[in-house]
């Protein structure tokens, strides 16, 4: 992990995550970026400071006794992480690492506890950053539904754009095989919703 000095970028991406107006203003806030295999987040060190993905792919996974690995999530930008532990002042069993080069804002949760946590600006993208991972929880987390159902979910209530730009990232989201989410892809095509709009990418169609 290194620091990257450009101010005007990274008050160009607190106005995006509508982190400008928080009362502390830029002193707690500096951009990082993390190289191809550099661990963001370790269970073995304290998580002092908020990571907010900002570009680049972080895939978040814990081990098994045996030492063998599981998927928890593989994120494209705009993840949080730290959130749950601000709040719940613990530090969770996983690991995130960067799938690629990684640029994030980090904000320096530790030594701002107390001006944080009476600052609304923050305690409402905390709220909106773990609303959204319960709700991502909530629609796809009954391992029971088929695949279909479970990427149309998503493709409705969780992507934004309502589009597939990545069948590996998709099939990581969705805890499902390439091969299993590549068959659901066909299906909705055929039955008319989704598009097929370029090698590996697809999006809901407006009947859907």
């Known amino acids: 992990m290194h620091t990257v000095n450009d101010p005007r970028r990274l008050q160009q991406l607190l106005r995006e995550l509508t982190l400008d ?13 993390f190289e191809k295999g550099e661990l963001l987040v370790s269970p073995d060190r304290p998580m002092d400071q908020l990571l907010i993905v900002v570009s680049g792919k972080a895939h978040i996974y814990g081990l098994r006794e045996d030492g063998s690995s599981f998927s928890v999530f593989l994120e494209d930008h705009r993840v949080v992480l730290g959130d749950l532990e601000f709040v719940r002042r ?5 690991f995130t690492e960067a799938m690629g080069d990684v640029l994030c ?23 909106d950053s773990l609303g959204e991972k319960v709700q991502t929880v909530f629609l796809l987390g009954i391992s029971s539904q088929p695949v279909e159902e ?20 998709v099939a990581r989201k969705l805890q499902c095989s390439r091969s299993q989410l590549q068959r659901a892809l066909r299906s909705l095509c055929e039955q008319g919703l989704l598009e097929h709009t370029g090698k590996g990418q697809y999006r809901l169609a407006t009947r859907a």
């Open 105 to 127: 804002v980090a904000l320096a949760v530790s030594r701002h506890r107390k001006e944080l946590e009476r600052d609304p600006v923050f305690l409402r993208f905390l709220l």
């Open 21 to 33: 107006q928080l009362a502390l203003g830029l002193t707690p806030f500096r951009l990082v970026r």
């Open 90 to 94: 613990i530090e969770l069993p996983f």
């Open 150 to 169: 479970k990427l149309l979910t998503f493709l409705r209530d969780i992507q934004p754009d309502h589009r597939v730009h990545s069948v590996h990232s």
